[in-house]
């Protein structure tokens, strides 16, 4: 993905896309099923990524945290990185907008 975007994100935005990419592939391999698909595509001031699983059902939400708590930090992660990111009802599709600029 580095190769895809760093010509037109520039360093920060570029470490900020990988950061968030990184939480939202995990989160799919600790809590989801089969195959994980990952998207990515260049829209206007924001690249929209896109991860899925095969799971079913529980949409993921952000979680609360004690601050000492080690884990479940990611999709807090997500949103304050993120330009606005969601998931699509009953599935485990989640996206976030990272801004290029």
Known sequence: MAERFREQLGEQP??????????LV????V????????????????VRVEVTDEGRGKVPA?????EFES????????????ARWGAYEGTTHVWADVRAA
């Open 31 to 46: 809590h989801g099923q089969g195959t994980i698909t990952l998207r990515a595509a260049l829209s206007g001031d924001c």
């Open 26 to 29: 995990n989160n799919a391999v």
């Open 71 to 82: 884990g479940g930090w990611g999709l807090q992660i997500v949103k304050a990185l993120s």
């Open 62 to 66: 952000i979680r609360e945290r004690a």
């Open 14 to 23: 570029m470490a900020t896309l990988q950061t968030v990419v990184s939480e």
